[in-house]
């Protein structure tokens, strides 16, 4: 894993201008990128002119314009919609040799090397939406074309949080459901939680800070502790205590089957993703 390191300088080319997109061009203006060398396709006018409002980036409606004259090129679209985006930029693949950097869920460094129009220089990118904060972590595969290149994919996305590289591409997709999801369930646990500090009488703004302010807490605890996360949630634990009587009730409504079908099932859909668009 690489540490989070200054903001790349290269022009780069994002074609979708979406959520993640969003996450990862703020991320990477907030850390110092220069606006004017991050240009943006994007085909729906609101979302075009909130980017060149928000951070001043050159926008187009069309990618083949977006990527024109950029060496990187950042794929965002989603998965269902590549394989079109990728053939419409096939023929500029071919002259410009980009590094194309891929985001979507599932779809294979083989299928956009295919879209690409061949020997493409390829990396797939599992990001996460924090990457808006700098507090993203990133998956990173590399095909053989484009291993020469994966420090600049690297350097590229650790401007938005630290990297992971993974060697065995059939892996990203347990790093989607893991890390480019995961985002959800923190979120789908707070709110849980949430409701249920108001069942008990808390009021609103109160349910929220006090998880909010835990869930920051105990992320900030994991990261800072050599221990584990079991021997962190020991130590909350006192014997027939408050907590023993929540992590109990937990683990008999079979909590950890249930993530583990969770992400199970998320990695089966990157596959699908996968096999659907072929
Ligand atoms: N949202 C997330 O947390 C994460 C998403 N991803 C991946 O990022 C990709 C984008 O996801 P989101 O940003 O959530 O979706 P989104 O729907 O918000 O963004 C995709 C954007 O692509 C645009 N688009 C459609 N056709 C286009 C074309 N021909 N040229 C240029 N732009 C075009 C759409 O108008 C849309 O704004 C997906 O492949 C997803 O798997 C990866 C990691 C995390
Ligand atoms: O839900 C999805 O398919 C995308 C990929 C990871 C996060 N969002």
Known sequence: MSDATPPFSAPIAFVGGGNMARSLIGG????????????????????????AR??????????????????????????????EVCGSLAAQARAQAPLAISIAAGITAGQLDRWLGGGAAVVRAMPNTPA????GITGLYANDAARPRFDQAAELLSAVGP??????????DAVTA????????????????????EAQGLDSDAARALVVQTLLGAATMLRGSEESAATLRA?????GGT???????????????????????ATERGRQLSAANE
């Open 178 to 197: 893991v890390s480019g999801s995961g985002p959800a369930y923190v979120f789908l646990l707070a709110e849980a939680m949430q409701q249920a500090g």
């Open 132 to 135: 808006l904060l700098g507090a």
């Open 243 to 265: 907590t023993q009587a929540a992590v109990e009730t937990f683990e008999a409504g079979g909590l950890r089957e249930l993530v583990a079908r969770a992400i199970a099932a």
């Open 28 to 51: 990477l203006i907030a850390r110092g990128a220069d606006p004017a060398r991050i240009r943006v396709a994007e085909p729906v006018p609101a979302l075009r002119e909130a980017l």
């Open 163 to 172: 990297t992971v590289r993974i060697d065995d591409e059939t892996q990203m």
């Open 235 to 239: 130590r909350v634990t006192s014997p």
């Open 54 to 83: 928000d951070f001043g980036v050159p926008v187009f409606e069309r990618g083949e314009d977006a990527v024109e004259g950029a060496q990187v090129w950042l794929l965002a679209v989603k998965p269902q919609v590549m394989r």
